[in-house]
């Protein structure tokens, strides 16, 4: 049921070794609100933009299914900008501008036809104002799924295990997991973050899948092997936007569903990656997620009987 | 049924961030025969050592259930002896010495008892003398299964190239791939080398999985996290060791079987590495290798019903 989305509305300008863009539609929350609609017609956005956002887009998240009244549009300021460069071997960028713009005194404001959302995806965001937007919702939400980054465990280390402590899922990649534990193994890694607050881990580990742990358990999923990876910009985000928009359309957050979430999230990752930008995720059909699923499914299931 | 193993058996001394070894056993067709040695009690070894090798050791080979009438103990020679020390990271090392003493020559020969194999397995070994074991086989195995390394791509190009043609079932791990193939995608990579003669490739990506590949069809296995690899060493050859021996159990080359045997392959090498050399893979019991295969089971298993 009804999900709300925080996190960055934004340009990005990308250089992959396939071509570059001028500055397109991009952002956190755009990916993982987008990717989550085709689950869930009850995605509630919230963030901030400048006037010099195409309107078009704010019709087409519309248009996707999601609420924007939590879109704040700031007049005589510009949308936050981010440009980078990927290495040859797509794993690794460069960052080459930040420009927050109206990211600088964001102050997330949640509508009153978000409040009693049953589930919150907090998109990579300073950490400060994902906790800010769980303090201001009235009743907090059956499952709050949090996705950071480096930066904030370089810089803002005390706000950073503030927020981890008050959230249920976290997800973090894989250097992200050893920067935050000071732990090469992963399994280390997880229990260690799990003592920080949260009940469930992903670790994603972009072409080589994700893992989901709880205290007890763990699962992996791989990403579907791929011809080319033009462009990963927003494949974590749409991951962790399929992974919670199945939980919302489900309403389950037992073990089991969370493995489904991770293959809905994988697919709906796959699709990103395949063109710039978010040129693959609009007009996805069922059709298509469901065939991608398939893939996944004919791709890892096998069938042992132990006696 | 009955499954000849060849390639080296020798001595390593390695270094991992965990510590160190003198001189162990080690060697490619050690590694693999042993593995192979849970599945089938048909394994029949060839290779060559030195009479500085233990007899005590070659006891063991036999009491593991591997024939060693194909082992040679060439008098006043000494065994092929590597060294290498791991990086922190341990999917990468530095090969420290290489002394390949009775390699030099060594002239495989296939003892009467060995003919009409059904399975054959080529552990990494240089590629002439991997193609001479083919030819002197009487009768064509049902499955041969090869192993290879960058060295012989780097080196002995031509030589690699026509052993390859004449093998089922290609195994090299991802950097190999590329190598082979000068292309990055392991998904471009993999359709060349399936144009290279093989009609199955396994591309091995250590603590990342590995992918199976057809021309039609992919399946894709993970590595068990754990908490630490202790020692890579022979992971590879232990995989490879544990798939065939679980084909040669079955006698089933179907694509289907040839996943399980993934399975069995990877859950294999995930005792391998947990302490240094040999040293875990001697004396499991049925009991571990089957907990092990269903945390495999566990790991990836997931239930999506997609109308």
Redesign the interface.
């Known amino acids: 049921m009804s999900l709300v989305v925080v996190g960055t509305v934004a340009f990005d300008a990308i250089q992959t070794p396939f071509g570059k863009t001028d500055k397109i539609i991009g952002g956190a929350a755009t990916y993982s609100g987008t990717a989550a609609s085709y689950f869930t017609k009850n995605v509630k956005l919230v963030s901030v933009v400048g006037d010099d956002f195409p309107p078009a887009m704010i019709d087409q998240f519309r248009k996707s299914g999601m609420s924007t009244e939590g879109l704040q549009v700031k007049h005589g300021a510009k949308t936050f900008f981010w440009s980078g460069r990927y290495h ?2 797509m794993n690794t960028r460069d960052t080459l501008d930040t420009q927050l713009n109206v990211l600088l005194d964001f102050d997330p404001v949640i509508p009153d036809s978000y409040q009693d959302c049953e589930f919150l995806m907090l998109s990579n965001l300073m950490p400060q104002l994902q906790k800010k937007v769980i303090e201001r919702m009235r009743t907090r939400p059956k499952l709050v799924v949090m996705d950071t980054m480096n930066f904030w465990m370089e810089t803002q280390w005390d706000a950073l295990m503030e927020t981890i402590q008050l959230v249920d899922v976290l997800t973090v990649n894989d250097s992200e997991a050893r920067l935050l534990t000071k732990e ?5 890694a997880a229990q260690k973050i799990l003592q920080m607050g949260p009940r469930y881990l992903i670790i994603k ?1 972009g072409e ?2 994700a ?1 989901l742990f709880n205290k007890e ?6 990403a579907l ?5 033009f462009d990963p910009t927003g494949a974590g985000d749409t991951f962790a936007g399929g992974f919670i928009g199945h939980i919302a359309q489900t309403r389950d957050i037992s073990f ?1 569903n969370m ?2 979430a ?2 809905f999230g994988s697919a709906m990752a796959s699709f990103c990656v395949e063109k710039f930008g978010l040129e693959r995720m609009i007009g996805l059909t069922q059709a298509e997620i ?1 065939e991608r ?2 893939q996944f ?8 009987e ?1 006696v």
């Open positions: 040859e071997d090469y193994s992963l399994v280390k580990k080589h899948g893992l358990q763990v699962f992996f999923a791989p092997p791929l011809e080319d990876v089991d493995k489904r991770i293959i469901d699923v398939q499914i004919d791709l890892v299931q096998f069938d042992i132990l």
